[in-house]
């Protein structure tokens, strides 16, 4: 008896632990999202989705060729966000699901009227995902997420592989996902950028698959200027070269070409290098007139990719000068990025941050208006650049075309 009841207690145990296929959803049941545009239009939010079609995206199926677009762009409108989501289910005729949604598209007009119900939704839903990536649109957001883009099967995966490469590569823009927008708004500053996606090139949209066919595309889609917000309010713009200094400012520069004038003349920045390595060290004080300093320290280093001038670099005083002239490059590219963000009074290049670490007590007292104290800040830049390579040449081809003939 004994021996029968341990057998059936076991038996029950063994059972519980089954995870089985409870909870198992049918891949014909489920409509995939890989993009979403929100938009603010007559009083209330429209929300469009980029839906997958997977016939048109299987490995024995080809878009171009069968004249099948790979996504359907679809829009459902309601007064909040997730409202806008649910009636959705009223007009698809399958469940959609966002686990490989990979960006959001907002329009300046959303941006400018406030982010933060987008921003609600993410912190209170344990299904929305935080490493989607976010852009701006200057215009109507669900016109971006209609573009098909050559190469590419799904348009929202390759606009998210878009930034990460360049973010990675070129270092002009961040990317920046939803943890990252949340992180920096909670932050001391309350200010973040994000990235402009525009379409660039002639109008002719790129929403119909017989584009894909041609062996060229007059329009394509491209990362544009650095929307600036503060609070959750868009508050202006940044070119790329002032979005540029702003990464070096913000410690965020992994690799980028930096182009350089090797005659020091004011001639056309023809030569160029390669960063390899960077870091930008925050170092506050306040001075006695309660104004603050910033003591903006930057290690880099980097290979020469291009140079015009007729200089042996293999002298130690000449490669010296270049170094100089390279460091002095990284020093205007962060003063140029600093006059364009004191004039919008906002801090996305974490000069609050750095404060509040090393100075909590007077941050307290001064959090409240530093959007106003932090145009009175005060720069001292110091750049210190090492051309770890030089290439393979020790002349330029002029040089030693030159020297053949001798």
Request: aromatic fraction near 6%; glycine fraction near 6%; hydrophobic fraction near 40%.
């Given at each position: 008896m004994y021996r029968?009841?341990?057998?059936?207690?076991?038996s029950f145990l063994i059972l519980m632990l089954l995870g089985g296929c409870w909870n198992r959803v049918e891949m014909n049941e489920i409509g995939i999202i890989s993009a979403t545009a929100v938009d603010w239009e007559k009083g209330k939010w429209v929300v469009s989705y980029q839906l997958v079609i997977p016939q048109a995206i299987s490995s024995q199926g080809n878009s171009s060729a069968t004249g099948d677009a790979p996504v359907n762009v679809f829009s459902t409108e309601a007064e909040s966000i997730r409202k806008a989501i649910g009636d959705a289910s009223r007009e698809m005729s399958r469940k959609l699901?966002?686990?490989?949604?990979?960006?959001i598209v907002i329009s300046d007009t959303v941006a400018k009227k406030g982010i933060s119900p987008l921003l609600e939704i993410y912190m209170r839903n344990t299904d929305a995902r935080e490493t989607v990536s976010m852009f701006i649109a200057k215009g109507k957001a669900r016109k971006l997420i209609e573009q098909l883009?050559?190469?590419?099967?799904?348009?929202?995966?390759?606009?998210q592989r878009l930034v990460e490469n360049e973010a990675a590569s070129s270092s002009v823009y961040p990317d920046m996902t939803m943890y990252r927008i949340l992180l920096d708004l909670l932050g001391p500053a309350q200010a973040t950028g994000i990235p402009q996606l525009m379409i660039s090139?002639?109008?002719?949209?790129?929403?119909?698959?017989?584009?894909?066919?041609?062996?060229?595309?007059?329009?394509?889609?491209?990362?544009?200027?650095?929307?600036?917000?503060s609070g959750d309010k868009l508050k202006g713009w940044l070119t790329p070269d002032e979005a540029a200094g702003v990464m070096w400012l913000s410690?965020?520069?992994?690799?980028?070409?930096?182009?350089?004038d090797c005659t020091n003349k004011g001639e056309p920045k023809d030569s160029s290098i390669i960063i390899g390595g960077a870091k930008t060290s925050l170092k506050p004080e306040q001075r006695s007139d309660g104004r603050w300093i910033m003591n903006i320290s930057v290690k880099a280093n980097g290979t020469l990719l291009e140079y015009t001038c007729p200089n042996d670099l293999q002298k130690p005083e000449l490669l010296k000068q270049e170094e100089q002239k390279i460091a002095e490059e990284i020093k205007n590219k962060m003063e140029t990025s600093w006059k364009a963000v004191s004039r919008l009074r906002t801090d996305i290049v974490g000069f609050g941050k750095a404060i509040s670490s090393k100075y909590p007590k007077q941050w307290k007292q001064m959090?409240?208006?530093?959007?106003?104290?932090?145009?009175?800040?005060?720069?001292?830049?110091?750049?210190?650049?090492?051309?770890?390579?030089?290439?393979?040449?020790?002349?330029?081809?002029?040089?030693?075309?030159?020297?053949?003939?001798?």
């Amino acid at each position: 008896m004994y021996r029968l009841l341990t057998r059936t207690i076991c038996s029950f145990l063994i059972l519980m632990l089954l995870g089985g296929c409870w909870n198992r959803v049918e891949m014909n049941e489920i409509g995939i999202i890989s993009a979403t545009a929100v938009d603010w239009e007559k009083g209330k939010w429209v929300v469009s989705y980029q839906l997958v079609i997977p016939q048109a995206i299987s490995s024995q199926g080809n878009s171009s060729a069968t004249g099948d677009a790979p996504v359907n762009v679809f829009s459902t409108e309601a007064e909040s966000i997730r409202k806008a989501i649910g009636d959705a289910s009223r007009e698809m005729s399958r469940k959609l699901y966002f686990a490989h949604n990979q960006i959001i598209v907002i329009s300046d007009t959303v941006a400018k009227k406030g982010i933060s119900p987008l921003l609600e939704i993410y912190m209170r839903n344990t299904d929305a995902r935080e490493t989607v990536s976010m852009f701006i649109a200057k215009g109507k957001a669900r016109k971006l997420i209609e573009q098909l883009l050559p190469v590419e099967k799904i348009p929202g995966t390759a606009v998210q592989r878009l930034v990460e490469n360049e973010a990675a590569s070129s270092s002009v823009y961040p990317d920046m996902t939803m943890y990252r927008i949340l992180l920096d708004l909670l932050g001391p500053a309350q200010a973040t950028g994000i990235p402009q996606l525009m379409i660039s090139g002639a109008k002719q949209p790129l929403s119909s698959v017989d584009n894909l066919k041609e062996t060229y595309t007059r329009a394509k889609i491209k990362l544009g200027e650095l929307g600036v917000i503060s609070g959750d309010k868009l508050k202006g713009w940044l070119t790329p070269d002032e979005a540029a200094g702003v990464m070096w400012l913000s410690d965020k520069v992994k690799r980028t070409t930096l182009e350089f004038d090797c005659t020091n003349k004011g001639e056309p920045k023809d030569s160029s290098i390669i960063i390899g390595g960077a870091k930008t060290s925050l170092k506050p004080e306040q001075r006695s007139d309660g104004r603050w300093i910033m003591n903006i320290s930057v290690k880099a280093n980097g290979t020469l990719l291009e140079y015009t001038c007729p200089n042996d670099l293999q002298k130690p005083e000449l490669l010296k000068q270049e170094e100089q002239k390279i460091a002095e490059e990284i020093k205007n590219k962060m003063e140029t990025s600093w006059k364009a963000v004191s004039r919008l009074r906002t801090d996305i290049v974490g000069f609050g941050k750095a404060i509040s670490s090393k100075y909590p007590k007077q941050w307290k007292q001064m959090q409240k208006d530093w959007n106003e104290e932090f145009p009175e800040t005060v720069l001292n830049i110091d750049v210190k650049f090492k051309l770890a390579r030089i290439g393979f040449s020790n002349h330029t081809f002029k040089e030693a075309q030159s020297n053949t003939r001798k």
